[in-house]
């Protein structure tokens, strides 16, 4: 099976190129090789290539700079899946486009299904949600949300924690956290996982409480969601990695965390106060068992370089 995918030099792309199935022809692509702002080059790509499924795990992901670059944003996260999709649509292949608990705002205080209805704050979401939108008019299409990502590599909250913790703790000054912000950190080698088999192939990982037989994982709802288990505020979150990396070692000590408001750290994009994913479908139709994102944070600090810190 031929895999056409994007983003691999970001932290999800990363982690599938890491955990590439047997058998499948994995093409990976970053920004040098197709610019997602140039929809006849995502076109021009899968004419070309042909594959059987573009994963499309790159994105314009600057949240708040979205705000300020809405063409751009919108260019990548909703033009690009949309190239895609008319073009898989030419060649017979099918598009699995990764998207975003950010395409809801967060007022309903209960775990979001996947057929619920979007409404994005900001223009990130929005742009992700058009997204969604453009990638679904390709019947096979599949759209797979996750919630706060993060991995051992790439720019993320728990690699900035980490950092912070160390400072500020030399300092002794607390680190200033959201805590009315609930959602679920998403482990980038378990999303990796969820991704692979919503394609209908195996990872070779043993990261998750994976059911060995992915077979007619592939078909089931158009809309999956995925994301560890369990829920946090960033504030838990901080915490967590703040008492985990001084366990595995990454860490001499961990810093006071001190719990803000969303007012009390203004940001030009508004985030969603919950954003929790029900993902129950996508356990059963995918055959994973979620991981506790504790647990999961822990396997992820075990790969932290400790030249990082
Ligand atoms: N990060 C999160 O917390 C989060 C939460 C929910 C959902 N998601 C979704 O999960 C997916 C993976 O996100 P991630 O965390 O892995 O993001 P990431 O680390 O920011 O990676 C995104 C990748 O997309 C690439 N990209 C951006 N613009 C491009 C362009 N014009 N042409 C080609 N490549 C371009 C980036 O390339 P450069 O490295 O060159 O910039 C980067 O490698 C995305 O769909 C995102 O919306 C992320």
Redesign the pocket.
Known sequence: MKVLL??R?????QALVQSVPQGIELIAT??SE????DESACGAAVAELRPDWVLN?????AVDRAESEPELAAA?NADAPGAFARALAETGGRLLH????FVFNGAQGSPYRPEQALDPLGVYGAT?AAGETAALALPGARVLR????YGPV???FCLTMLRLHAAKAAAGEPLGVVADQVGCPTATHTLATACWRAIGADAPLGSTNSSTNASAAIEGPTILHWSDAGAATWYDFAVAIGELGVATGLLERAAVVKPLTTADYPTPAQRPSYSLLDCTASHQSLRLDPMHWRAALGQVLAQVPSATQ
Not at 9 to 13: A, E, K, S, V
Not at 34 to 37: A, I, K, P, R, T
Not at 57 to 61: D, P
Request: net charge positive; aromatic share 6%.
């Open positions: 994007t983003g030099q970001g932290q999800l792309g970053g920004r197709l610019d997602l702002s795990a790159g994105a314009y992901t990548v990764v998207s975003t608990d992700k996750t919630s706060w990502v790439g720019k993320n």
